[in-house]
């Protein structure tokens, strides 16, 4: 079974900083997602990755297929970032991780 | 529709109780799928559809849940003698093609069971 473990759980920030968000797995997939989830409980898809590296305006997802590894990053962090950030992998089944609570401060 | 639709929004149900939860898919997506977030808990994947077919139904919690998938569309998430810990929020999202596309997720149906 797929383990998908994310780093950190928990990250406060000052808008403008540079974010990292991490997210391992155990097993080879074909494909892992990068999902944010607003306080409302709303979720939006950011990034579909399988391999390489996707760009989406303030967003950057990476993936390293062979150390089954992908990180988000947040360029020039805003408040209205702050939300939760889950992995997510697909081999035989969709495995989420536990997510990451970003906080942009003011 | 613009986007992924769920109904009810809210569900309030008692125990042993069965109940039914919908999704309206984005119209031309082959691909859906299902999936609960307990209170405090992360998302878990339920079932998925390619067309009318789910093949692999081994997500679903017990064998107290089904779902259905009609005309490649609409599917239904049935709960039979519903049980407290089936209290969660239900997920439905779409995609064009499984597993290769980005997924369109619908705002939920909150199910409480008392």
Same mark, same amino acid.
């Given at each position: 079974?797929?383990?998908?473990?994310?780093?950190?759980?928990?990250?406060?920030?000052?808008?403008?900083?540079?974010?990292?968000?991490?997210?391992?797995?155990?097993?080879?997939?074909?494909?892992?997602?990068?999902?944010?989830?607003?306080?409302?409980?709303?979720?939006?898809?950011?990034?579909?990755?399988?391999?390489?590296?996707?760009?989406?305006?303030?967003?950057?997802?990476?993936?390293?297929?062979?150390?089954?590894?992908?990180?988000?990053?947040?360029?020039?962090?805003?408040?209205?970032?702050?939300?939760?950030?889950?992995?997510?992998?697909?081999?035989?089944?969709?495995?989420?991780?536990?997510?990451?609570?970003?906080?942009?401060?003011? | 529709?613009?986007?992924? &639709?769920?109904? %009810? #929004?809210?569900?309030?149900?008692?125990?042993?109780?069965?109940?039914?939860?919908?999704?309206?898919? =984005?119209?031309?997506?082959?691909?859906?799928?299902?999936?609960?977030?307990?209170?405090?808990?992360?998302?878990?994947?339920?079932?998925?559809?390619?067309?009318?077919?789910?093949?692999?139904? &081994?997500?679903? %919690? #017990?064998?107290?849940?089904?779902?259905?998938?009609?005309?490649?569309?609409?599917?239904?998430?049935? =709960?039979?003698?519903?049980?407290?810990?089936?209290?969660?929020?239900?997920?439905?999202?779409?995609?064009?093609?499984?597993?290769?596309?980005?997924?369109?997720?619908?705002?939920?149906?909150?199910?409480?069971?008392?």
């Amino acid at each position: 079974k797929n383990e998908v473990e994310q780093s950190p759980q928990n990250l406060t920030a000052q808008e403008g900083e540079f974010i990292t968000i991490n997210c391992s797995y155990s097993v080879g997939i074909s494909a892992l997602h990068w999902l944010q989830q607003h306080p409302g409980g709303g979720i939006v898809s950011l990034f579909m990755l399988s391999s390489g590296k996707k760009k989406h305006g303030r967003l950057i997802a990476t993936i390293n297929i062979q150390e089954k590894h992908s990180s988000l990053h947040i360029t020039a962090s805003h408040p209205r970032d702050s939300a939760v950030y889950i992995c997510a992998v697909r081999d035989d089944k969709i495995i989420f991780g536990k997510g990451t609570r970003l906080h942009i401060l003011p | 529709g613009a986007g992924v &639709s769920q109904s %009810p #929004s809210n569900k309030v149900t008692e125990k042993g109780k069965d109940v039914e939860l919908r999704c309206d898919p =984005i119209s031309g997506h082959t691909a859906l799928y299902w999936y609960r977030q307990s209170l405090g808990q992360g998302l878990e994947f339920l079932i998925y559809f390619q067309g009318n077919s789910a093949p692999d139904k &081994s997500g679903l %919690p #017990s064998d107290r849940f089904s779902a259905e998938r009609t005309g490649g569309s609409v599917s239904t998430l049935t =709960i039979q003698r519903t049980q407290q810990e089936d209290s969660a929020v239900y997920l439905c999202a779409s995609s064009l093609v499984f597993g290769v596309d980005t997924q369109y997720f619908g705002p939920g149906t909150r199910l409480t069971v008392l």
